[in-house]
């Protein structure tokens, strides 16, 4: 019977085969979770090591600058001689592996008094940052420098941590100033083992990076802000998350957390090649028995199964990516069509309202003459994050209507409803401060044209998509950077009732490479 029917043998191989399949494959997923737990806990023990060391050596040397301020306070000080007088103000705690000096400086930015000499040694601190902040506001308390060359003897890379002195009626009196060499926590961060492709990082809240592992001079001093990896880094206290790192193109898993009650962030990040070499190991082991083990049961059915399900893996890859832009992430213009004829049939069903935003890039031509296409691409990336953020509602679709062109469907939404979320996108684009010279903003823009389908004014879905476009164009011929809404009379931007000036120059940065 068995050689009359040989399909039998190959439904009973490939049930077999597929129950010793899924046993393998659930022990090595949960291997694999596992794993990443591990790099997950190791990564959150050296965080908080990092942490807890560089939180403990900074509260200390600020309380040798509190010792300073003390000290200062003597009436006698003046007249004790030098000796004694460096014994009162200065502890032993600026005589650290690292640690610079402590210094005086009055309110000109000239030296007062030296921890490390006697007279102190001649120079003006004048156009440091640390001076500027602390001359310049009262309330400033410890702050911590962007990286510097000391002018002292030292010249290693150093940051300053420093506090203001106040006159008993509150003027400048100068500040206490300590210094600190980069070289500390270069140290601190090559003790750690972050396997091959593992990064740590230590930046100021203001995206200025202090030290980086793996180490390279030219990133100290650069500024992050604008980066993906940093605005995550700013929206909370810690977090983790997996991205990727365009210095260096690596994908890591990161965890980050902001030190103490200093403006300071810490970020410490695994390869996922890291944290996975050893599963991958064993899993190709485990792999490789359970194949020659399906294979004794039944070859055939064995290589059945793997087609199938590869190529219903690959029908779901083609499927997903027919309906994405494969750029920004957001639906490409096909799909949005798709949606946008089955909400018009929706709404007028229902007696909705149904509103759409047409987004067009300001002189989105010049900006690519200008800075390549590679930069580019990096700025419509953002304005596709700028709207995919607000646009959250369950049913609200946007995709990429093509080129440097977004459109966002708003199922029953009416008109002013469309008209404020299309003035958080375009504000949240503005926001980005991506620089942009050939615009008459200085940075990259949006212009909108906002349509909503309600009673008998657009007759069509083609029609509503015309009404926007009409719109947009207005906002075009307007001035850009403004959204302006259709009416069957003429269109009507929303700067027309409570016109906002905008400032004749805004502070501009540039996209560039995060950690």
């Not at 046993?23 to 050296?46: E, G, H, P």
């Not at 083609?318 to 213009?333: I, M, Q, S, V, W």
């Amino acid at each position: 019977m068995v050689t009359r029917r040989p399909n039998i043998v190959i439904a009973i191989s490939i049930v077999l085969a597929s129950a010793i399949l899924a046993i393998a494959v659930w022990v090595l997923v949960q291997m694999r979770d596992d794993a990443l737990r591990r790099a997950q806990d190791s990564v959150f023990n050296v965080s908080l090591l990092i942490e807890r060391d560089v939180s403990r050596n900074l509260e200390i040397f600020d309380l040798s600058l509190r010792a300073v301020m003390d000290g200062l306070n003597q009436p006698d000080l003046m007249e004790l001689k030098p000796q004694t007088r460096q014994m009162v103000l200065f502890d032993g705690s600026a005589s650290a592996k690292d640690m610079g000096s402590l210094f005086v400086f009055d309110e000109n930015g000239n030296v007062k008094f030296d921890s490390q000499a006697s007279p102190p040694r001649d120079f003006n601190v004048a156009d440091r940052d640390y001076f500027k902040v602390q001359r310049d506001s009262r309330n400033v308390g410890l702050y911590i420098s962007r990286p510097f060359m000391p002018k002292a003897r030292h010249k290693d890379i150093s940051i300053a941590l420093s506090r203001r002195i106040s006159r008993p009626d509150g003027s400048f009196g100068g500040i206490v100033v300590g210094t600190i060499r980069l070289a500390y926590f270069h140290r601190l961060f090559d003790g750690m083992n972050l396997g091959p492709g593992g990064s740590m990082a230590l930046m100021l809240r203001d995206g200025t990076m202090l030290m980086r592992r793996p180490y390279d001079p030219a990133i100290v001093g650069i500024n992050l802000t604008g980066t993906a990896n940093y605005s995550r880094f700013i929206t909370q206290p810690s977090g983790d998350f997996f991205g990727t790192a365009s210095i260096d193109g690596v994908e890591r898993w990161y965890a980050f957390r902001q030190i103490d009650m200093y403006p300071l962030i810490l970020d410490v990040a695994l390869s996922t090649r890291d944290i996975y070499v050893e599963w991958r190991h064993r899993a190709w082991i485990i792999g490789s028995l359970i194949a020659a083990l399906d294979a004794t049961i039944i070859a055939l059915a064995i290589l059945f199964s793997n087609q199938l399900r590869r190529r219903r893996e690959a029908e779901d890859e083609l499927r997903e990516l027919a309906r994405t832009d494969g750029l920004t992430g957001l639906n490409n213009r096909r799909t949005f069509e798709e949606l946008l004829d089955e909400e018009w049939r929706r709404a007028q069903r229902n007696g909705w309202p149904l509103s759409m935003l047409l987004i067009d890039v300001d002189s989105f031509k010049g900006f690519n003459d200008l800075y390549g296409h590679s930069a580019g691409d990096d700025a419509l990336i953002a304005v596709a994050h700028s709207i995919a953020q607000n646009v959250r509602r369950p049913g609200d679709t946007a995709a990429r209507f093509g080129g440097e062109e977004f459109a966002v469907l708003l199922p029953d939404t009416d008109e002013a409803g469309a008209t404020s979320l299309a003035e958080q996108i375009r504000a949240a684009v503005q926001a980005h401060q991506v620089r942009h010279v050939a615009s008459s903003h200085h940075v990259l823009t949006v212009s909108m044209g906002v349509a909503t389908a309600q009673g008998n004014a657009i007759a069509t879905s083609r029609a509503l998509v015309n009404a926007a476009d009409g719109a947009l164009y207005e906002a075009k011929d307007a001035g850009r950077n403004r959204v302006m809404c259709y009416r069957a009379a003429g269109n009507v931007s929303i700067d027309d009732v409570a016109p906002a000036a905008l400032p004749d120059s805004l502070p501009t940065t540039e996209l560039r490479s995060d950690t």
